[in-house]
């Protein structure tokens, strides 16, 4: 089959238009598929907590990680903050639970939510009429050791059952030995959930708690008991929050120097290498579209240092045309026609572009490998980029040159 | 045409002085490290146009108790940066309130907290990135090399660019050292991403000089010395290895310049990076290259 450079050539650049169209904020992908702005971008909080695992069996570590990933990331849900990230990390040895969540107001608040368990505990009500008055007790939601999704068996209400440990058994026993006929209040973070009378002293350690509960909101106490309840108590040992505005600040920047530095790279193509220039800008604007479409694609989470390295590939782009130019005008000093010098450039240039780009692609896995999630960003940015460069440099630059140079040059042979 | 085989000594001493002196600053002033090597806070925020730096230096001094807290302000942004020992959760907010209450307009910009069990581990992970991406460029370039026979082996090829890479890393690492020691420019988790980036770009030029190298050996052995093969070829790539280099300084030039303050001294050291990079793939490779078949031939 005859390759027909004309037609490739086409279906590149169709595919470039559409991949700008679908790239372009505003454009049509915008609604089906928006950009994935990282934190530094959008604003926002990067906690990492340290999971302290001493307690636990090694064989049990995995599922206390999930659960504690699980709960944590309910809470986090509470918060309404859009697509809220939580996942495990390792840091050599220990374990660690990353919490990501995008443009929060109260970060204080939240960062409250996630790491302590629910501030529960039962006060003694004295008084009656206007003037009630609750009186703190020693039984707190420290001495819960477990709680339960249970149901009313008469009325089916949806109830919590707490179980205390020994030393919260007896304090609980103790309290509603002291309370008989009275009313016992139960505040959960401070508000009072359920003022129930007591009717006889409890053993056992075990309690009700009959709030106004749907399913869901007795679930979700449940599961924050219990969370509180894991063996693997949780430290904040890094913390990143980056306001809106600054985030806004930073996208407009590194978009604004990313473009004056594609105009700087073209303008020196232009004047270097003239007519040969014209090609290599084309193709650079070809490589960004694909580029800018193939992270879309994938999802890349575009953060601050992944635009950075983004934009290191546009400088690095336009080297392997670099190669072929220098080589091309090599060949056509040596007395070569306009289209073999072409063909011989781009063979002679390949070897070369090939293993500099491979070096480039080395340093991105490894990178990778290494790295925290902000350095991730840059990899793997930096591994795309060099991928579709090497695509575009020798595809598209090469079709570009046979279609304009070498077409032209039959015609003046003929 | 330059003569770079014969004026080797100069060429080579030049960059061995320079290597020299980053290895020493790096030895004897060591790096002032991050907040991610180290541990710590830092922490930006905006205040009302008439506060002073000395007025926030005080609080922090005697309201709030953080004796080594370094600020700095920027001017042109109302922005205050503050650098303390590792601050707590609870510390950050009741410092927050403690501002807001005595300066009004207090608007937080960013606020980065790392506890000191993470840069160590951070510290162990970066040494081993370059290690890695050391030897692994290096034993790339020697297996990409491996059709070339007589009279270089590619395995020198390959030592030779782990010699050229450890140049282009150390110079800008002494820098940072030195700017670490007499100013207060510190090294975090970017300055060991710049250098691992310098390395694997650095290498695209030498390799360059190599492949043009491997193809006049094979044109003109018979004819030319050795010397003679490597001078014409480095002088003959000359113009690309600059040129490539130079498109990715306008791009480091625009991002130092138009781009964000955060990434200034990650720009900084990828564009000294691959300046250097410019020096070793000209003068520092091939002379090595040469040198090396030189007394092993001998």
New interface residues.
Partial sequence: MQRNPGFLLSLIVIVAVFSAAFAYPSGFGAKNLPWRLGLDLVGGSHLVYQVDLSNIASGDRDSVLNGLRDVIERRVNLFGVSEPQVYIGKSGEQSELIVELAGIKDIGQAIQQIGTTPLLDFREVEGTGTSTQFIQTNLTGRYITGAQLTFDPTTNAPQVSITFNDEGGKIFEELTAANIGKPVAIFLDGQPIEIPTVQEKISGGKAQITGRFTVDTARLLVERFNAGALPAPVTLIDQQTISPSLGINFLNKIIIAGLIGTLLVILFMLIYYRRLGIFAGAALFIYIALTLGVFKLIGVTMTLAGLAGFILTIGMAVDANILVFERIKEELKKGLSRAAAVHEGFRHAWPSIRDSNTSTIITAVILYFFATSFVQGFALTLLIGVAVSLFSAITTTRLLLEVFVEKKNEITHA | MLNIIGKRKIYLGVAGLLVGIGILAVAFFGFRQGI?FTGGTLW?FKLSPEVTMEQVQSTFQTDLKIEDARITYDAKSQTFFVRTPNL??AE??SF?TALKTKYGAF?????????P??GA??K???I??LI??LV??SL??AF?FRKVYQPVSSWKYGFVTLFTLFHDVAIPAGLLAILGHFGTIEID??FI?AL??V???S??DT??VF?RIR?NLLLSRMKKSFGEIVNESVN??L??SI??S??????????L????A??HY??LT?LVGVTTGIYSSIFVASPLLYIWQKSSSR
């Fill in positions: 991610d930006q707590g959760e950050h907010q927050a608007e937080e910009q960013s606020f980065q907290s790392i506890g069990s993470v581990d951070l162990q992970k970066s081993l990135a890695f991406v692994g460029i790339y370039i990409a988790t970017n991403v691992l980036v390395m694997g770009f290498v695209h390799i360059v492949d193809e003959q790539t113009a690309r040129n490539t130079l498109t990715l300084i306008l791009v480091l030039l625009a991002l310049f138009a781009g964000p955060n990434l990650f720009i990828l």
